[in-house]
């Protein structure tokens, strides 16, 4: 792999069919990357340029009301920064279980779920329905997998459909347009810095920036239910032009939370060649780091997501020592968030608890299918 920078995606034409995304893998980061691209679409949808609305339905399979789960504070930061836009229902029980103990309950909260499902593809009223954990639904066999696959082939044409969860069907992921695999890599080795609290998305699959985006949801939510102040800055680099994939999420973010998102980008705006590095790069990237490295060491931000900052090192436009000083220092309760593909693993994957690998099995844009704004950029 020659290149590792960030093409802009302003410059690519866009496509008008809505297509078919599969999420699944043992690693995190899946249900994330499904917010991630309803942020996108939200944003989109607000925009004065927008020729058209937009209209969410997060549906949750086995995610059982009296239970909390990861993505609840995203969503309650959802629905209060963008009243009106965002459908939420979940069905099943709240207790884990296996195929060894699935109750006729199941089976109806699932059955039910989906009847939800079907009528929302059929309504017209939706640009993106998010079917979250239907993957191990129809692995569990709560749901006729020949059902569901009918039903998504004769969906409406400007629908996007995500699905996600571990154990997704081969027959789902035939009929995806886009299908990628999250990997847990459990070699981290954070326990033994005594540091917390750094996760990275890497890989050639999609998912990795749109993760990111899913998680600061997560961190504005706590805050809101704790009644504090939960600051997230965004720090991009190799993206110093416009028309990224996440754009337009970043836009509703801001305006959703105009007071506790910070968002800064840095590079030229065009693709970073290995071998063809400019001293603007170089530039570019360290003026990126020192901004970075003042949002850590100060502790005003709960969460800070470095995007892209992994081909950044591995193109040689920063140093790994300062980036893993600066980790190793800070603030216990600072997420931070590392995303980016790369060749070589820089010395703060170490410092990781959690590292999930995106791997590609399938992208529409393989096809010469079109992106789409609001999904893709």
């Not at 410059?11 to 809505?18: F, Y």
């Not at 779920?113 to 239907?134: H, P, Q, R």
């Not at 009929?175 to 990628?180: E, K």
């Not at 970075?292 to 950044?312: F, R, V």
Request: net charge negative; with cysteine.
């Amino acid at each position: 792999m020659a290149a590792i920078g960030i093409m802009t995606a302003q410059v690519r034409p866009e496509r008008e069919v809505g297509q078919i995304h599969v999420y699944d893998g043992t690693g995190k980061g899946k249900s994330q990357a499904a917010l991630g691209v309803v942020l996108r679409s939200l944003g989109l949808g607000m925009s004065d340029t927008s020729p058209f609305g937009t209209r969410i339905l997060l549906l949750r399979f086995l995610k059982g009301a009296e239970r909390q789960y990861a993505e609840d504070a995203a969503i309650s930061a959802l629905q209060q920064g963008f009243p009106h836009l965002i459908d939420h229902v979940r069905t099943g029980r709240a207790e884990f279980f296996d195929a060894e103990h699935i109750t006729p309950f199941d089976r109806q909260e699932a059955e039910r779920g989906w009847a939800i499902a079907k009528g929302a593809m059929a309504s017209g009223l939706y640009s993106v329905v998010v079917l979250d954990e239907i993957n191990p639904v129809l692995d569990l066999g709560l749901i006729s997998i020949d059902r569901v696959v009918k039903d998504l082939k004769n969906k409406l044409p400007h629908l996007e459909v995500i699905c996600t969860g571990r154990g997704a069907p081969q027959s789902l992921i035939d009929i995806a347009d886009l299908h990628s695999e999250m990997r847990s890599h459990d070699e981290a080795h954070a326990e033994k810095y005594d540091v917390t609290g750094i996760e990275i998305y890497t890989g050639a699959g999609k998912g990795k920036s749109t993760s990111a985006l899913g998680r600061s949801l997560k961190a504005i939510g706590t805050g809101i239910s704790r009644d504090l102040s939960h600051r997230v800055l965004i720090m991009q680099w190799l993206k110093g032009g416009a028309g990224y994939t996440e754009d337009a999420a970043i836009a509703a973010l801001k305006r959703g939370y105009p007071h506790v998102i910070d968002h800064q980008r840095c590079g030229r705006d065009a693709i970073v060649w290995r071998g063809q590095q400019q001293e603007m790069d170089c530039i570019e990237a360290q003026r990126g780091w020192e901004i970075a490295q003042a949002a850590i060491a100060s502790g005003l931000y709960k969460t800070i997501i470095l995007d892209e900052l992994n081909p950044t090192v591995d193109l040689d436009l920063l140093p790994v020592e300062p980036i893993c000083e600066a980790l190793l220092k800070k603030s216990r309760d600072t997420e931070i968030i590392i995303t980016g593909r790369c060749l070589n693993q820089p010395a703060y994957f170490d410092l990781a608890s959690v590292h999930s690998e995106m791997v590609c099995h399938k992208h529409y844009a393989e096809k010469g299918v079109d992106l789409k704004r609001g999904v893709d950029f």
